[in-house]
């Protein structure tokens, strides 16, 4: 029953159908861009606090505290701060691209957005409205084109400065952003291969009406999710501005707002990637167990509904970045490049061989898109998962740092740990 | 469909302004008073030695290289994922569904003589070390 339906819904998500006239378009665009991009402002300033509140809580301390209630002014304190700051300029830097830099990867990061849906369309009394900034046809393309346009902020940024260790930050930062565009490109096409089109609404209701893409595609999810974080210099993988090695990396010599555009441009960039990894695997504004919310009649209740399943998960993602921040420790460079280039990009070229046969094969046995359908492809990739780990990986990359230790060393250490007077009661 | 990347357009005019307005109003706002220390650059505190605009290693551009060879893969790879269903059903689809008994191995067979061409050469470049960073 499920297929025949999408016709009908594509109808309706289509963005030519809604018989919007041209002005109604133009002013509901503006409303929606001036909301998405005062939410992604007003939350990467909330995202601030939230990564400090998150990291006192992990570290068990308490966090700023003392601006507002519990901290809740800080991030104010902090952009009047940096609004108000002397700004420095280097002696060496080249200045032009010193100042066009922290625009650079503002920008970017700040239109990623604009082709993710949010929530289902509202229906006006002007018509049917998309609940997306620009619903545009190319979809994920234009993420992909956009979002590779920040490294040049950074790499500009690094090398303008003029001082040794940004230079550094923008180059390892540039070639890791590259490296792991490539894996990431390439488990986006997995899901592409099942939804059939590259339109975000698309791969939503393909979603809704057969699986979530994360027990349908776990492993496109899990390259995906990799390099994601890779993508955003987070941790484990901000070598790019590794304190130890690198004081701050490529904005060392920024200050005052120059060195905010920055930090916004990272943290939109982790909500962007958030609203992606939830778009493409976790079925977007999708309700789980029901096609109640996917199809007409449309209405506000459903608009708001859909629109805060999406923000529950793209927030439990932006969580989960901070989670991993003060789980995982750093890559070495050397560990991060064999890790993009020859671990991810083979696997996610395999991942799609074997994909595309299944879905022949699935073709071939007259399976069509349903709940068997994603019951078959949730047990392939289980099964795909536990070979990738177990097998392939055999405890030497995701694993903690005694696999990589002979067996009879490991436990002479843990014999001597347990003799030392500092050992844990109660072993591990 | 001309009005389909207004948005774009629209939003990019949006942002643009907002960093120039950012960057402008810290500039008004703040006290200039620059000394010679704080002009120079910052290596720790310890007076900078050197110049930035050194020779860096090979490795990066090497990396450069092999993103342009693969990202090219990958933008192939992106619209025969889009158009699979198409390619692998000998007859046109009817609903977005291949009708039974109509399935052709046509799209599979043609990307994985192309994706064999490429593993071949990161197979290459594997053997060659140049994605061994040490």
Known sequence: MTWSLVLGLLQVADPQAPPVSTSVFVIATVIKMIIVFTVLMVGVALLTLAERKISAWIQDRHGPNRVGWHGLLQPAADGVKNIMKEETYPDAAYKPLFIMAPALAFIPAMLTFAVIPFASPLPTSKGLIEMVVAPLPIGFLYILAIASLGVYGIVLAGWSSNNKYSLLGGLRSSAQMVSYEISMGLSTVAVLLVAGNVALNDIIWQQATTVWNFFGLTVAFIIFLIAAFAETNRLPFDLPEAESELIAGYHMEYSAMKFSLFFIAEYSNMVTASALLVTLFFGGWDIPFTLWDNLAPWSIGKTLLTGLFFAVKVLFFLFFYMWIRWTLPRFRYDQLMSLGWRVLLPVALVYIVIIAGTLLILDLLGIRPGALYGLILGILNLVLAGVLFLILDSGRIISPASGRVEADQLRRLRAMRSRSPLAAPGGD | ?134
């Open chain 2, 1 to 134: 469909m001309s009005r389909t990347y207004l948005p774009v357009l629209l939003l990019m005019g949006f942002v643009v302004f907002n960093a120039i307005l950012m960057i402008g109003l810290s500039h008004l706002t703040m006290r200039s008073r620059p000394t010679p220390v704080k002009q120079s650059a910052y290596e720790s505190g310890i007076p900078a030695l050197g110049e930035a605009r050194e020779r860096f290693s090979v490795k990066f551009y090497m990396v450069a290289m092999l993103f342009i060879i693969f990202d090219i893969e990958t933008v192939f790879l992106i619209p025969w994922g889009a158009y699979f269903r198409n390619l692998s059903c000998a007859v046109p689809l009817t609903n977005g569904l291949c009708p039974s008994g109509q399935v052709s191995m046509f799209g599979l067979v043609e990307m994985l003589v192309f994706m064999a061409i490429l593993i071949v050469g990161l197979v290459y470049v594997w053997k060659k070390g140049a994605l061994q960073w040490d």
